[in-house]
């Protein structure tokens, strides 16, 4: 979900439709009825699945958007500019990880000669993480961002058509997982059959109802044994005593051999009797199938040798395996869709879709790497070509002079390079300009002029983006009416420079390039953010959180230029009202302020009180550390909304790990018994050399602390 | 509404095996057709306010139940038998803190005689963030096992969100306030302590001066009519301003002493003066605003404004929790099932967060709620009933057993065509209750409504549905129940963990009985989650040898084979240190073994666990081997 503020349009009502029955096939009607795009549920996920493969297969590029339930954990997991590009991936892990995709927008484009136009199939699916296969593992369970989810309302979302109708999906790694896991238990099948029935025996012998139960179905066994013996000599049929008995055991045939269909057992009961005719019956084998209504069914079946017991007893066993592994094919659902558009290794259009390719990753491939570097070799192999529009506009001059407004949210950069659809009108004065003409076909529906206007709906989002895309292409001076069927649009070279090049953080301009997996530093194009701030040095940067809420980014700086000079400090940025960034110019002063903190705290209150730090110090839970303390803070799991909150509930679970990376990262939320380990512990695993120059540190500081006593402002400027 | 020969009709056939279960459900739905529940949403929340409040007052008991949006994330996460009332604690508060309300169904009722006189309501919730200030829920969780089952029952999410009404906690309400600085009105003034500091007369004295220079000039301004050039001047220059149509200035202060001492200067310095409190971003005050009002009406009118001002403020504020202060404020006992979650979930978004401790969250719960009962409590007292967690199982147990005919009244006036039919679980816990009343002879109705029957009384506030009541948690004795509910005590316990999965309890107890002499005693085995069992050794002392066994060098035979193919064990103070260190993997053999890693660090053992005692189910019903 990108939050592309504008006017609701709300122009048709977006309840989930059924599909339109249309008995003429309407091509070009003036001004056609306005129809839905194709909503996609699990009643026709089937039907629907079979027309995209033949649609994304003929298409020339396929645009995708993603409606999410949430962006970000935690306020502090937002986007900042003082994110490290290895903490702005964790960021968008963090986010793929927690919230769930709800709805999935795909629209196939291909060109049509012989209309000189493109053709778009705007599909939108109703995705829900329904937990399908019985997994012992946890219940699935996804975050929702109350401003997300409320945002979606304000657009008419359908959650009922979500929850009730969505199509859930597997991703590769929990398939892989479901069929490993059916295959141990098929392995582990026979030693779990003499486990459990020895178990059995060792209870069956303390009841008698048991036993006389055991003794009954053991003749019972025998004489119709005895009775298909006779059969085949030429005798008559077993002819059971009672009704009852006649309707527990009914004589049918199994794959060509004779068989007793048990019904009206309890499961105890069954267990005896499966006891019984392991221990006692060489040619009976007890076996349990699963018919075609899907019910169970408990079979004993008659064999005449070894082998053949052998030969069907693996047969069952291969036909139940079967059966679960096509349970777990069905489960795939949605996936289908991701897997058709990584197979025909078509080019995909998303606009600024580096979030939307962490989703489909995390929810359709596995889980996600731990690193950028590996998650864009990756994604590579899976989606070879990713274009995003975002870059495309931002970065190619000749299309922001296009654009009348520098802004390149989606709708606006719809409306401004794309108004003969946007405004559902045929060009009067536009055309002059190279306008791309694209058409809609929904089912047996097609329009010139489609607009649903449903905004931030998965579907009309992605046909809004292959729209900019078509635009853009054309004004980059390709021209669909040269281009040839064969060509693949993802190796023209007018694209060449924004294949695979993706926004890791649009905050600060960072670039990706997937193909290569390189940074790109220096910016493409116009759009120049590097120069808006000064350069961001990560090693001079000292995080600080737990001070008193009342302190100001101000203050603090002020604060900390007392100690360590007036142009110590290059700038101070709010994480969230507990949490500051502080710019040091240079990287020592990082070192510096941690020793100076651990020194205040463990010496004498008199100092500690006078001190200029104090005012940042006070109540005892200022915490610093470095930028990697950070990025740590970043990858766990946990999110607490407020960071101070997050910083304590990470720090208990990796106390000792904290204590032996970082000099001295404040021990306040480790408790008192740490406290004492920690100043025992750090001078013994730091090295001798370094711990002379922490002390030598320690006196210059100290000393300059007796002056500050004197005259707190005329020490100041000495202090380092 | 009389439903008793219906119900009785069904319930019959509901006591059938489990095909019938079916039919039970179409009869239930046929049935709650009638039980018409009025559904509260945005629109209608006002109005149905002053109708719940005048209902609330007018009835002995308030029946509430909630619908989430998840609640377990594992097995072993749930609150088990084992579960002492620290842990069980900790269990409900991470599903507190981790999934959101969508319903709210509250049920004000009386019984007169045998009759139940219900009001039910339900109320949609959705936590929107009304004021943009990220409050009340910055995010939630939802279960999808949790919102499909919802959905199978016909749950309509698009109410929910699009008009379900928002909440501010208490604890949420002050900070907002404080967030959005709107202007405090000043109730009552405490004298503070006579003996003033030279700094505070010299304060007092230079404020006195500027007020009274500041009102002599507001009086004379309103009589002369100046230019606006020559107005807006005199304003800056003295400070003046005005809030609506009246003047005010702004007195700044430094602390809550001089705060203090502004407004006792100025309740005797003048009749005509207001003073509001500005509060600062740290919750202290900023500024006294003293506002000037033109005569003695004009002060009472101004004064009504303010209220008026505040009560719309509050209504767009607390939202929801407006039905949470009536029901707190009538001191009416409320019934619930499952009162620990529900409680839980109550405290943590419509009181404050919760804390970290059980006995906090008690002593805080009952300054909120002097009195709740868990139907669940009652249902001890009558043995078959006792592992029932159905309520509709409960009901139709009753039925079928005791003569107890209660006759359900709804009293709702719009009541006709409900075409929706959620909430009716809290009319359910209404007429449950009822019944145990009428089977257990309690009579329910109450001659002071602050107090409850002394018969209800020690049934009250017992949250965690496994101890009998508030005090047996404590005490030491091993106590031997009578449907094979054993009590032991913690130290007895061990968990076990590192064995080959897929292995039941039977499989596993005869694995281990082989392999040590310890076992040659008696005890018993149940698995806890897929990964982990626990086992009770009857005979004192033994879980202690069988730990130093497992921990030492001698170990020997095929408990040494065990150990080396990974089988771990720990005592229950490890485990309590999961709970309480939050460690809630999907595993629990998983969470115990960070939790032993994190001991490791410091070595003390928790010895106050070891008194406490947990209840031991060995028959049958409960079988932790479905888990």
New interface residues.
Partial sequence: MKYKHHRARMALSRALSLPFSTTSTTTQPPQSAPFHLKHVTKSNFASALADLRRLVRSADFVAIDLEM??VT???WRDSFEFDRSDVRYLKVKDSAEKF?VIQFGVCPFSWDPSNHCFLSHPHNFYV????ELPV????????????S??FL?RYQF???A???EGISYLSRGQEDDALRRLDM?YE?ELS?TW??SK?VKDKSLNRMADVLFTERIKIRFSEWCDGLLRDRSGGFPLQWTSDNAKQQFKTIFFKMRPALNLTGFTSHQLRLIKLVINKHFKDLTYIRVNSENNCSQVLVVYTETKDDRDFIMKEVKDEHLRGEENKIKAAIGFRHVIDLLSSEKKLIVGHNCFLDIAHVYSKFLGPLPLTTEEFVSSVNKYFPHIIDTKILLNTNFLLQQRMRKPRTSLSAAFASLCPQIALSSKSTGLALQQCVQVEVQVDDLRSSNWNSGAKHEAGYDAFMTGCIFAQACSHLGIDFKLHLPSENLAHNEKLHKYINRLYLSWTNGDIIDFSTGNKITEPLGTMNFKKLYPKIMFENIILIWGF???LKAREIRECISKVFGPTSVTSVYHLDETAVFVQFSKAGFVSDFLVLKETLETSDSLIFVLHPLAKLLEGGNTCAATYEIYKEICSSPI?K?LFADQAEAVG?KS??EVVETKVAVQSQEQGN??KE?EVNNVPKSAEKSKQGTVHNVKEVILSGHYKITDSLYTAEGNQI | MYLDIEFKRESRRAMAALPYLLQRRFLCTKTHQKWSVKQVTKSNFQETLSEIKIDIADSDFIAVSLQRTGSVSAPWHRVLPFDLPDTAYSKAKRAAERFQLLQFAVCPFSIRSSKLLAHPYNFHLFPRDELKIGMPSYSFSCQTSYLTSMAREGFDFNTCIYDGISYLSRAQESAARVQIRNPMRITHVVKSSPNPTVADSVFIERIKLRVKHWRKSCKDLSTKSDEVLVRSLRKIVLGSEEYGSRPCMNIDVCSERQVQLVLEMLGEFSDDLVPLIIPAKGGATQEVRVVLTSSKEDMVLFQNELQDLEEEWNKKVRGFREVIDLISASQRPVVSHNSLNDFTFIHSKFLAPLPPNVDEFLSSLRSVFPHVIDVQQLMKEILPLRNVTNIPTAISYLKDHFFAPIDVEILQQDAVNERKIHGHDVLRISLLFAKLCSVLRIAPIQTDSKKLVPALEEYANILNPCSASSQESTDGEVRIGTNNTRKVSCKHLVFLWGFKHGMTAGMLKSLIQGSHDIFSEEFDLRLVDRSCAIVVFWKPGLSETFLNVMNSEEISGSLRELVSEGLRAACYGIYKKVCSLGIWEVDLAESLEKALEESECFQNTDSEANSLDVHWFSDSTVNLDDL
């Avoid at chain 1, 829900?128 to 937990?131: C, H, I, V």
Wanted: charged content about 20%; glycine content about 4%.
């Fill in positions: 339930t949430g954990s935690a306020p769930a829900f993480p329904r937990q012992d593992g946890p219940s699935y369970e996804f975050l929702c961002q109350t401003t989810i409320d309302a359908d959650f009922n979500c929850i009730h238990a582990d779990y486990c459990s178990e008193p809420s009342k999110s909304v208990i106390k000792t018994f740490s380990n």
